[in-house]
């Protein structure tokens, strides 16, 4: 089942999002539903809070990077209950987009390196280190569940002049090719 994108102005996008356990409702059916909404979207990563649910699971299919970002080779994965411990690296910045934010593309800086632990689709815990590209995109994901968006990185003239067009989103006035829906 395909769910419906939540839009930046919806409350949930804001919420901190908590750890599931394995008896979580209908959890295979759910994560199912993860991967087809992010496909479906045309999407490289998608964050529960993003289809109105607060819980810490994000999935990721980096792989169509592969040709100029080698390290995304096999990027393709769930997190869930997912904890970064530790950053490290010279930030760099990289063209964002979000599901979220339809048609915004701005520049963002991240740490290069992040240790993040997690469980797989079967509960099994990991605990591991990122660059490159798939520490970028886990970081992005990551922020939703910590209620953060990547337009919150922009610098203040930067925000400023995409307020308008947030606004409009924020009323759902934005064309996408996948169903979205504003939390009211
Ligand atoms: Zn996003």
Same mark, same amino acid.
């Not at 997190?79 to 950053?87: D, K, R, V």
């Not at 934010?101 to 963002?108: R, S």
């Not at 919150?152 to 924020?170: A, E, F, N, V, W």
């Given at each position: 089942?395909?769910?419906?994108? /939540? ?11 908590? $750890?599931?356990?394995?008896? /979580? ?28 649910? *607060? ?18 080779? $096999? ?24 599901? *979220? ?6 520049? @963002? ?14 509960? @099994?815990?990991? $605990? ?13 994901? /990551?922020?939703?569940? $910590? ?7 922009? *610098? ?7 307020? *308008? ?20």
């Amino acid at each position: 089942m395909i769910y419906p994108i /939540y839009l930046y102005g919806s409350p949930v996008l804001r919420k901190t999002a908590v $750890d599931i356990t394995p008896d /979580y409702p209908d959890f295979k059916q759910f994560m199912e539903n993860m991967w087809e909404t992010m496909y479906h979207a045309d999407g490289v990563g998608l964050a529960a809070p993003q289809v109105g649910k *607060s819980v810490r699971v994000f999935v990721i299919d980096g792989t169509v990077f592969e040709e100029d970002y080698p390290e995304t080779k $096999d990027f393709k994965k769930a997190f869930i209950n997912a904890h970064i411990l530790e950053s490290e690296g010279e930030p760099w910045s990289w063209n964002e987009g979000c599901l *979220s934010v339809p048609k915004i593309h701005e520049d @963002v800086k991240r740490p290069a390196r992040i240790r993040i632990k997690y469980v797989d689709e079967n509960f @099994v815990e990991h $605990d591991e280190w990122y660059e490159g590209l798939c520490a970028r995109i886990i970081q992005h994901e /990551y922020d939703h569940l $910590d209620g953060k968006m990547f337009v919150d990185h922009l *610098s203040p003239i930067r925000k400023q002049l995409l307020k *308008s067009k947030l606004q409009k989103i924020s009323k759902g006035d934005v064309s996408t090719d996948y169903r979205v829906k504003v939390e009211k």
